[in-house]
């Protein structure tokens, strides 16, 4: 329920470097037919999956295995390759021919995986001895992450750190290095069901990247990340969190037109029927109140009404209509983002940003929370008169209430794109988290 004040993390890991000096090699395609990158070289590949940084890329700290490393990590995601690159096709063609060949040769071996309980020293990784590591090598080369010719040794040196940081970072896993569960389910994905993935995936990218216009903004739900693309390069990547499984977000194509700035909040449907009303009455047995809690009004007949006077028992959908007034308990934060929808999702801040440090960001009711939104906001807004960053920061800082619409609406899309290639040869994956690529739940529960 989005509902009430959740604590906002602290930024941690002050002690950083930029994100290239962390690591310089980028993956190395499959040697097999000649690499996926038509020969593209390691320095060339930039940060893993995600292109070259720039001078303006992230900075992060140097210990991955730092929970901050985590946050920082998946909070703050380099540029990289737009996901709806018209070259994204045809690399992606080549890697359904690559897992093909894979496929062909018998795939990968399976990793067994920790013990629930298994605490993170005893984890596979950089220093560690014993015949998992092996198998660990087998499979990272055969995926083309590890360019060691030793795929026989039980012991996690630099070289197997490094193709698992690259594994992880293509798989949307954190890139630490260490072989945990979450990162051992991944690896043990079947290639035939990894081609599958590809094969159906092509398919979308066929039907969505022609539509793009010069200027878009796209929500991959799978990777939870936004993507602000001019002229077929991104702009800025920003964190999301998409829908839960029971509350999936919607696929849409549908131009920006406006934007909220301190929004009141218009509890949607969904929302009122499966978070509200029932929280209404779990209070209501407590002697609480939840509209009084939340600082939420409701109305009828255009009417605000008194909270003590509701009874939630009898209280069903449409019975009333509710509203949040702006302030630091408002889920919306102090942006929203309009556009036409008949799921009623919309984009929009939060007052607590610690969930776009997590890994896993399935946790919405069906919109999509945005991460640093006031810079996706002064890129929306850049075409019009008056608006920079600065005057974005003054109204959030005043907490301004003021709408504003673009002259020049910006193409949306909300895809579902959870394998792909880009040009540099690297294969990505992300979690099959709706189960929509026919594969059961073997690619959806890591």
Request: charged share 25%; proline share 6%.
């Amino acid at each position: 329920m989005d509902l009430g004040k959740q604590k906002s993390g602290a930024a941690g890991g002050r002690s950083r470097r930029r994100l290239a000096n962390i690591l310089t090699i980028g993956f190395v395609a499959l040697s097999a037919a000649g690499g996926l990158g038509g020969g593209a070289s390691a320095q060339s590949l930039g940060w893993f999956n995600f292109g070259p940084t720039g001078n303006d890329g992230p900075s992060y700290s140097t210990n991955r295995a730092d929970p901050d490393f985590v946050r920082e990590w998946e909070a703050n995601p380099p540029k990289g390759y737009a996901t709806l690159a018209k070259a994204n096709i045809e690399a992606t063609k080549m890697a359904v021919r690559q897992y093909t060949m894979i496929v062909g040769k018998g795939g990968w071996p399976q990793i067994p995986e920790p013990a629930p309980k298994t605490l993170r020293d005893d984890l596979m990784q950089y220093g560690t001895t014993r015949p998992d590591v092996a198998l660990l090598r087998a499979r990272l080369a055969a995926s083309g992450d590890l360019r060691s010719a030793n795929t026989t040794s039980n012991y996690f040196d630099n070289d197997v750190e490094k193709a698992l940081q690259r594994f992880q970072a293509s798989n949307g896993l954190t890139p630490t290095g260490i072989a945990d569960k979450r990162t051992i389910v991944a690896l043990n994905v079947p290639a035939d069901v990894r081609l599958k993935q590809l094969k159906i995936n092509l398919t979308r990218l066929q039907e969505a990247i022609p539509t793009t216009s010069k200027r878009y903004v796209v929500v991959n739900i799978p990777a939870a990340q936004i993507e602000a693309v001019e002229n077929g390069a991104i702009v800025a990547r920003y964190a999301g969190v998409v829908g839960k499984p029971e509350r999936p977000t919607p696929l849409l194509k549908t131009p920006i037109t406006d934007l909220n700035f301190n929004p009141m909040w218009r509890l949607p449907p969904t929302v009122i029927s499966e978070d509200l009303i029932p929280r209404g009455r779990e209070m209501q047995k407590k002697g609480q109140n939840v509209l009084v809690k939340f600082g939420i009004d409701a109305y009828a007949g255009g009417k605000k009404v008194d909270p003590q006077s509701i009874n939630w028992e009898k209280v069903t959908p449409g019975t009333y209509t509710y509203s949040q007034q702006p302030g630091k308990e408002n889920p919306l934060g102090f942006l929203k983002i309009n556009f036409d929808s008949a799921h009623s999702v919309y984009m929009h801040d939060t007052p607590s940003d610690r969930i776009f440090g997590r890994n896993f960001r399935s946790e919405s009711s069906g919109c999509i929370r945005v991460h640093n939104i006031e810079n996706l906001a002064a890129w929306l807004l850049a075409d019009q008169k008056g608006w920079n960053a600065d005057r974005i920061a003054q109204i959030k800082e005043q907490g301004e209430r003021m709408d504003v619409r673009l002259k020049k609406p910006v193409q949306l899309l909300f895809v579902y794109i959870s394998a792909w290639a880009t040009e540099d040869g690297v294969v990505q994956f992300r979690r099959d988290i709706y189960q929509k690529d026919g594969i059961g739940e073997v690619a959806s529960s890591y």
